[in-house]
């Protein structure tokens, strides 16, 4: 079966613009977790989605936001870009029950704010 | 906020030696998951460890969880240079709500 896809691979941004980023989990999975990846801080929590509902948030500014729609794919926005969000961003699928809570990622959007 | 520490940071072997990746919590996770990453690529689940003492073996990958479910280890026998990558351990405190938390990652290098 198809894994998660993300969209765009790359991406090169001017501070002060926002960006969508897209992710479609696998299929039958409800629930959506996106995380930025940088050197320094590894892998950190931004939110996750379930059911179309944001059942969980990181400690992430309000220029973070995201949402997910009927058919589990979800995108996230950032807003008023800074050079600090330059990272790697992975979105990550799961069945989203409290038993089993493996993580599938996306290959990520690589994020260049200039 | 729970904290996963990973050690070492950087490992760099010759092929055909063993070594272990340690990780290292105060907090207790309801389960803990292996990650590997290769360069330009999304993580990749390797294994899950749920119960106290558990061990899974991988082929040559030897994973244990902790008696008090608090630290982790991922021993590999016979390293080869496919083993090289980021290897992330993350803990799930339970419920799923909270996501996952995860350590820095321990960079290995398989040298030929």
């Not at chain 1, 894994?3 to 926002?18: H, M, N, S």
């Not at chain 2, 950087?10 to 919590?25: A, D, M, P, R, W």
């Amino acid at each position: 079966k198809a894994g998660v896809t993300q969209t765009p691979r790359y991406l090169i941004k001017t501070r002060g613009q926002q960006v969508t980023l897209s992710c479609s989990p696998i299929s039958g999975h409800r629930s959506v977790s996106w995380y930025q990846q940088t050197p320094g801080q590894g892998l950190q929590f931004l939110f996750e989605y379930f059911s179309e509902t944001q059942r969980n948030k990181g400690n992430f500014p309000g220029r973070f936001s995201g949402r997910q729609f009927s058919n589990s794919r979800s995108e996230m926005n950032v807003s008023t870009l800074e050079l600090g969000d330059s990272a790697l961003y992975l979105c990550a699928s799961s069945l989203g029950s409290a038993i089993n809570t493996e993580a599938f990622f996306g290959q990520g959007t690589r994020l260049t704010v200039v | 906020t729970q904290l996963l520490e990973q050690s070492p940071q950087f490992l760099s072997i010759q092929e055909g030696e063993n070594l272990t990746v340690y990780c290292n919590s105060s907090s207790v996770f309801s389960s803990l998951q292996w990650y590997r990453q290769e360069p330009g690529e999304g993580p990749v689940l390797l294994v899950t460890v749920v119960t106290g003492g558990e061990v899974k073996k991988l082929k040559r990958l030897t994973f244990q969880f902790g008696d008090a479910r608090k630290d982790s280890s991922l021993h590999i026998t016979a390293a080869q240079p496919g083993d090289t990558g980021l290897y992330l351990c993350a803990g799930d405190s339970g419920g799923g709500a909270d996501g996952l938390t995860f350590g820095k990652g321990t960079h290995l290098i398989i040298q030929p």
